[in-house]
């Protein structure tokens, strides 16, 4: 092949659109274009399949760790500090004051004579799960007459949330001690 003839073939392939396509084509890689795109559309399926699973995963990690930790604290705090009982608050909230429509609310309550104390446990927490905690603190306040302690008890906890949780007066506890500081207070 002459040295002008590629400098052409380049020339075309660089500057005339059909020419390439016709080429592509002729070479074949369209079919594989096509292919990869299939690829890719089994890949993002196969992705998003997988982050549906782990997500749920990590739900019901987060549900099942939360029931393990309200059972442990009702143990420690009944049967071994006798510091007070540890029970569900569940309320219907048929204002909407918590959430803006009503619906079921809950939270686990720890009442020692007459301090009562609203206790949300998360496996991480972030300025919505404060404000949460401080509206169902408020209409438990309305409903059962008794202003409760709000403590929020997280491994973690964004800032915003920290922020939050100073403005509106909700303890947060992010390890062992700083729980263990919650019962002593209380006891």
Same mark, same amino acid.
């Given at each position: 092949?002459?040295?002008?003839? +590629?400098?052409?073939?380049?020339?075309?392939?660089?500057?005339?659109?059909?020419?390439?396509?016709? /080429? &592509?084509?002729?070479?074949?890689? $369209?079919?594989?274009?096509?292919?990869? %795109?299939?690829?890719?559309?089994?890949?993002? =399926?196969?992705?998003?399949?997988?982050?549906? =699973?782990?997500?749920?995963?990590?739900? #019901?990690?987060?549900?099942?760790?939360?029931?393990?930790?309200?059972?442990?604290? +009702?143990?420690?705090?009944?049967?071994?500090?006798?510091? !007070?009982? /540890?029970?569900?608050?569940?309320?219907?909230?048929?204002? !909407?004051?918590?959430?803006?429509?009503?619906?079921?609310?809950? &939270?686990? *309550?720890?009442?020692?004579?007459?301090? @009562? *104390?609203?206790?949300?446990? +998360?496996?991480?927490?972030?300025? !919505? $799960? /404060?404000? %949460?905690?401080?509206?169902?603190?408020?209409?438990?306040? %309305? *409903?059962? !007459?008794?202003?409760? #302690?709000?403590?929020?008890?997280?491994?973690?906890?964004?800032? #915003?949330?920290?922020?939050?949780? +100073?403005?509106?007066? *909700?303890?947060? @506890?992010?390890?062992?001690?700083?729980?263990?500081?919650?019962?002593?207070?209380?006891?």
């Amino acid at each position: 092949m002459s040295r002008d003839f +590629k400098n052409e073939l380049l020339e075309l392939l660089r500057s005339d659109e059909e020419f390439r396509y016709a /080429v &592509a084509g002729l070479l074949g890689l $369209d079919t594989i274009l096509s292919e990869l %795109k299939m690829l890719r559309e089994d890949f993002n =399926r196969a992705f998003k399949a997988l982050d549906r =699973r782990l997500m749920a995963l990590g739900a #019901r990690w987060g549900i099942e760790s939360e029931i393990a930790f309200r059972e442990a604290m +009702k143990g420690v705090i009944e049967e071994i500090l006798g510091a !007070g009982e /540890v029970g569900k608050w569940v309320y219907f909230d048929e204002e !909407g004051e918590v959430f803006g429509y009503p619906t079921q609310v809950e &939270a686990d *309550v720890l009442i020692k004579d007459r301090i @009562h *104390v609203l206790i949300e446990v +998360k496996s991480s927490a972030s300025d !919505g $799960d /404060v404000s %949460k905690l401080w509206r169902i603190g408020n209409l438990y306040a %309305k *409903v059962v !007459g008794v202003k409760p #302690r709000l403590a929020l008890i997280a491994p973690f906890i964004d800032e #915003r949330g920290l922020e939050t949780a +100073k403005k509106l007066g *909700v303890e947060i @506890h992010e390890d062992i001690e700083s729980y263990g500081n919650l019962l002593i207070s209380i006891r």
